[in-house]
């Protein structure tokens, strides 16, 4: 089932939505070399409580932290770590998810450290736009699936992989919820778009194949199968009565 969110549940998205672009900004700042993705955590975490809210990954189905940090060839979920110092060249998805009210927050994007090469800079700016395109495509009574074929659209004949075994996902009163959100072309997922769903779209976008592979020993650490680089943006998204409103954007 599908929630549609009343006025009064809205603005608690809005409210929840807007804090984790604060602290995703606030966060993103303090990336520099030198710095630990444990150190990110903790800041993230110390802000998210000072504003009321809660981090929505701690304790998540046996997450370990509180924010996720993918660094290079880390698709998501990657879990901050006092060892995992950013050096230059490093490229790194933050993803905040905060619990305010009740309801839940999601955005997520990527930071660099110091000089990239351009084919790098281009994945994120493609990742980037990817996003966006996808997003464009929601309007009421559209389909879920407008977002993965216009994404797939822009992003296949560019050459690069996208994830397949991840997807955005409705969001509310629960962290994942219906539907899910492909952001590849495909035949399912065809559900009607409805003023008042509340959804993330949060592509993953690899510089080679679209395969992934799940770490054996945390169970969390998803990594690009060849090696190569990946990148993802992620927001919030609300259906209204004439398109989509984002409500993530900080
Ligand atoms: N924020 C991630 C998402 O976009 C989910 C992280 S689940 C966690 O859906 F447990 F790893 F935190
Ligand atoms: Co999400
Ligand atoms: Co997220």
Redesign the pocket.
């Known amino acids: 089932m599908i929630h549609i969110k009343n006025s009064a549940e809205i603005q608690k998205m809005r409210d929840a939505c807007r804090l984790a672009a604060e602290v995703l900004n606030e966060t993103g700042a303090r990336v520099a070399a030198g710095v630990s993705t444990l150190e990110l955590n903790d800041f993230a975490d110390k802000l998210t409580r000072k504003n009321g809210a809660v981090s929505a990954p701690l304790n998540y189905k046996g997450f370990p932290k509180s924010i996720?940090t993918s660094v290079n060839n880390v698709v998501?979920h990657g879990i901050p770590k006092k060892a995992d110092v950013l050096k230059d060249g490093d490229i790194i998805n933050i993803?905040?998810?905060v619990i305010l009210n009740g309801f839940h927050g999601?955005?997520?994007r990527m930071f660099v450290v110091g000089e990239i090469p351009k084919a790098t800079q281009q994945l994120i700016y493609d990742t980037d736009r990817a996003m966006h395109v996808g997003i464009e495509a929601i309007r009421p009574d559209g389909r879920v699936s407008d977002i993965g074929d216009a994404i797939d659209g822009f992003l296949t004949p560019k050459g690069y992989g996208i994830v397949r075994d991840l997807a955005g996902h409705g969001i509310g009163r629960t962290f994942h919820e219906e539907p899910s959100v492909p952001h590849y072309r495909q035949k399912r997922h065809r559900d009607r778009l409805r003023p008042g769903m509340t959804f993330?779209v949060?592509p993953m976008v690899n510089q080679g194949t679209w395969e992934v592979d799940f770490d054996p020993d945390d169970g969390w650490t998803v990594r690009t199968r060849d090696g190569k680089l990946s990148a993802q943006c992620?927001h919030t998204c609300l259906v209204t009565d004439d398109g989509y409103e984002i409500l993530t954007q900080a």
């Open positions: 996720c998501c993803d905040i998810t999601d955005t997520s993330t949060e992620e």
